[in-house]
């Protein structure tokens, strides 16, 4: 614990009243978080401002009140009042500063992108871990130390608010964790979440077409991602994604990656058309096979392994550990029977959906029939675009409902319906996704694929009314089982199995 003047040391601000040699106990900007002893830093959001909140965080036991909003209310006898010029900056200073400065103690790779940043994290972390390496891994899919998830309590979010991200931090590095990969959403960037937090390299994958409406606008959108670029002491980048060298301005990246060739820093990869992946960086060559499909998921990991080759790592082991690579929890993820394969997929943008529909249409010797939504209160713009792209590739579409949140699923459904309206697939709307999802397993054929995107590993449906326990891949799983017993091939020896058919063998390599 450290004292409140001490928190305050070298920062401009005016305060009085209240002990300046209180003991501090933590500092957050959520009311709900604040127990005895915290500083409450009161900020101004989109939905309320901090000072709405002011009389719970002293009930809980605030000893001091951080703004920059104007005119705050007159605090109790004992509560130290401070007015600072930015609040969200000192927040994020402080919670870094209450921990020690976590970051600075640890490598930290931070990955940008609209799509692919939990798949390229997790690789990150999967390749140090090969390579001996005590990583953590932090995202929306939570905390992971060496491979297994940390018993931490975070809020359910990409990137952490500061008053989360320095604890887990801190926690990471008492834990002997030496390196951390974590991903920085455009809303986590914007909302300053980031800012005082030291990262040694900064990731750019892509940029394509998601929350351009919470961020009022694309230009925005772009801004938010951009300021990674600030943020990072290092960058990598995919040289053939427009929008990421618009970003990235000026910068020069330390390494870049893509499917063309390019100068002594930038790292090459392909596929030869066999499944190979072939990887030249400089004078190096490799042919490797890793156990991971799709375009989409080759430039994630060369990604993953362009940081970390600029952070030293060498490329033969990187290519040797490739073999142990695999995707997180419902990317492409397969769920087989009665010679159908089911493929549950976060695609929840039009780049997602188009990678993915186009990964399995290679693969796919039947029709492809692909069930899908789109997330209430969240873009609008991007719905007609995720229905022609389903269109586009698809045999049959079933429209159905993601997460409406507060939205009616009709009108949603209506959205996406628009461009599905000169596509040659036939399309169905089901607003249940359970009856949508069956819909579509039994409309399978043996040597079909069905694909469920949008959901992922999500384990719950939210909606105006509710928020109940739902996932796609045990739903896929129930009527699989229930159509093949239904058909009395209920022995299971058909079940298309996903064979050990992965090999590296380090040829090539120079
Ligand atoms: C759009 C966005 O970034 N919203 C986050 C942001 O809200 P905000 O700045 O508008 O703040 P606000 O809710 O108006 O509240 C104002 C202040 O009052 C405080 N407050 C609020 C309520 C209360 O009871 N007590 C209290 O003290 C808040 O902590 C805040 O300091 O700061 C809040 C506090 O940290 C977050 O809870 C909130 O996340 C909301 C719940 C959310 O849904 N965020 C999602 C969209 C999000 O951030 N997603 C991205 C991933 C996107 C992606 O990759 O696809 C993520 O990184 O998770
Ligand atoms: N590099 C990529 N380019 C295009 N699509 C991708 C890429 N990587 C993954 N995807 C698609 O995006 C989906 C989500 O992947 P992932 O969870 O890794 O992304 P994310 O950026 O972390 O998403 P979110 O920010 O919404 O959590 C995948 O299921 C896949 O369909
Ligand atoms: N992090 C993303 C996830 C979207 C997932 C999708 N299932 C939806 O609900 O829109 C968001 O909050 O926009």
Excluded at 12 to 34: I, M, N, Q, W, Y
Excluded at 230 to 242: K, M
Excluded at 458 to 482: G, M, Y
Aim: glycine letters at 10%; aromatic letters at 6%; one cysteine or more.
């Amino acid at each position: 614990m450290i004292e409140l003047c001490e928190l305050l040391k070298n920062w401009p601000c005016t305060a009085k009243g209240g002990d300046f040699r209180a003991l501090v106990s933590g500092v957050t900007d959520h009311s709900a978080e604040v127990t005895p002893g915290s500083v409450f830093v009161a900020r101004k959001g989109r939905s309320s401002s901090g000072l709405d909140h002011i009389q719970e965080a002293l009930r809980n036991g605030a000893v001091a009140v951080v703004t920059d909003i104007s005119r705050p209310p007159a605090l109790p006898k004992g509560v130290s009042a401070v007015s600072v010029p930015d609040a969200a900056d000192f927040l994020a200073y402080s919670c870094s500063a209450f921990y020690g400065h976590p970051s600075r103690e640890l490598t930290v790779f931070a990955v940008t992108g609209t799509n692919g940043k939990t798949t390229t994290t997790r690789f990150i972390g999967q390749l140090l871990k090969s390579c001996g390496i005590r990583a953590a891994v932090i995202g929306t899919l939570g905390v992971w130390i060496a491979g297994r998830k940390a018993p931490l309590q975070i809020p359910p979010m990409t990137t952490l608010p500061p008053a989360h991200l320095h604890r887990v931090l801190r926690y990471c590095a008492d834990e002997g964790v030496t390196h951390v990969a974590m991903e920085a959403s455009s809303l986590g960037l914007s909302g300053r979440r980031l800012d005082h937090c030291s990262i040694d390299y900064g990731i750019f994958l892509n940029i394509g077409t998601d929350h351009h409406a919470e961020h009022g606008g694309e230009e925005a959108y772009l801004r938010a991602k951009g300021r990674l670029s600030d943020l990072a002491g290092q960058i990598i980048v995919n040289s053939e994604d427009p929008a990421v060298l618009s970003i990235t301005g000026d910068r020069l990246p330390v390494k870049t990656f893509g499917e063309q060739s390019g100068g002594e820093t930038h790292l090459r990869i392909v596929d030869n058309g066999k499944g190979d992946w072939i990887i030249t960086a400089g004078e190096t060559h490799a042919g490797i096979r890793a156990p991971v499909e799709g375009r989409h998921n080759r430039l994630n990991a060369a990604a993953a392994f362009a940081s970390l080759m600029a952070a030293g790592f060498g490329l033969a082991d990187l290519c040797k550990y490739a073999a142990r690579l695999s995707l997180p929890e419902g990317r492409m993820q397969e769920a087989g029977g009665a010679g159908i394969r089911v493929f549950v997929d976060y695609a929840h943008t039009p780049d997602a959906l188009e990678a993915v529909l186009s990964a399995l249409s290679s693969v796919c010797t039947g029709r492809l029939i692909s069930v899908f939504g789109c997330g209430g209160d969240r873009d609008r713009e991007k719905r007609p675009q995720m229905g022609r792209v389903a269109g586009e590739y698809s045999d049959s579409v079933w429209v159905t409902s993601d997460n409406p949140r507060s939205e009616e699923p009709a009108r949603i459904i209506s959205d996406v319906m628009e461009g599905l309206k000169n596509s040659s697939a036939m399309v169905r709307a089901e607003p249940d996704r359970e009856q949508a999802i069956r819909g579509a397993i039994y409309e399978a054929d043996p040597g079909d694929i069905v694909l469920i995107a949008g959901k992922g590993h999500e384990e719950i449906q939210i909606s105006k009314s509710s928020s109940r326990p739902f996932s796609d891949f045990r739903t896929a799983l129930r009527f699989l089982d229930e159509r093949e017993a239904e058909a009395g091939a209920a022995d299971g020896d058909d079940r298309v199995q996903t064979t050990d058919r992965f090999w590296y063998d380090g040829s090539g390599m120079e």
